[in-house]
């Protein structure tokens, strides 16, 4: 899959997250769609039918793994992967976003140097 044809949406409530996550994903070809918390996440990826969600776990209001859920239960967005992004690597998060449905799991911050490479390997 050529990143040209890929987007990703990203669902990040801090500006400066959303900002550099956004950047290296652009920068190594993919479209980007960004959301600042989750309801507005489920209603885009219903529309928009994203290639992956990336998603903050902490997010005002609804958490990222509730959102996750909700995605796979829609019958729209259940095939989407969705791959969790937290600053609060705490013991058994990893396991928690598993049971949400997500397929992917990632620290903040970013490693800039390795995140396109990585996004890339969950899309395959």
Known sequence: MSTQTVTVLVVEDNAMNMELTCDVLEMAGYRVLRAEEAC???????????DLILM????????GL???????????????????????AMQGERERAT??????????????????????KLLK
Do not use: W
């Open 56 to 63: 903050d776990i902490q997010l005002p209001g609804m958490d």
């Open 99 to 120: 049971q949400a449905g997500c397929t992917g799991y990632f620290s903040k911050p970013i490693d800039v140097s390795t995140f396109a490479d990585e996004v890339k």
């Open 66 to 88: 509730e959102a996750t859920a909700a995605l796979k239960t829609n019958p729209a967005t259940t095939s989407i992967p969705v791959a969790a992004v937290t600053s609060h």
């Open 40 to 50: 507005s996440a489920l209603t885009l990826a219903a529309e928009q039918r994203p």
